[in-house]
């Protein structure tokens, strides 16, 4: 599996060795304006070599696994509600998963 690193609004990016654990910065600018994946090359300093996906979200995505529920209303009124799951959270917004047979109509 491919490790991602989150690029900085300053164009750099913290790396983190998967093998001794160490953080390091490395500029990435270079990256920013490129409309596809971006893969990667990375070296520590302690020698390792790794390759990571640069991330460009605007806001950096955590992964959940938050059990919850949802209540959908449609012109005030109670249309549907069920179980859901929060996959993962960011600044802007979340993923859920809905479970069982329940859908969301937006």
Not at 38 to 48: E, N, S, T
Not at 70 to 99: A, P
Request: glycine share 6%; proline share 3%.
């Amino acid at each position: 599996m491919i490790e991602k690193v989150y690029m900085e609004n300053n164009g750099s990016a913290v790396f983190k060795c998967l093998k001794c654990g160490k953080f390091w910065p490395m500029k990435v600018s270079k990256y920013e304006s490129l409309d596809r994946k971006v893969i990667i090359r990375c070296k520590c300093p302690c020698g390792h070599s790794q390759t990571v996906l640069l991330e460009r979200r605007q806001w950096f995505r955590k992964a959940t696994n938050l059990p919850d529920q949802y209540i959908q209303l449609v012109s005030g009124k109670k249309n549907n509600m069920g179980i859901m799951t929060v996959k993962d959270l960011s600044k802007d917004g979340l993923k859920v998963e809905i479970n069982g047979n329940s859908t969301l109509v937006f």
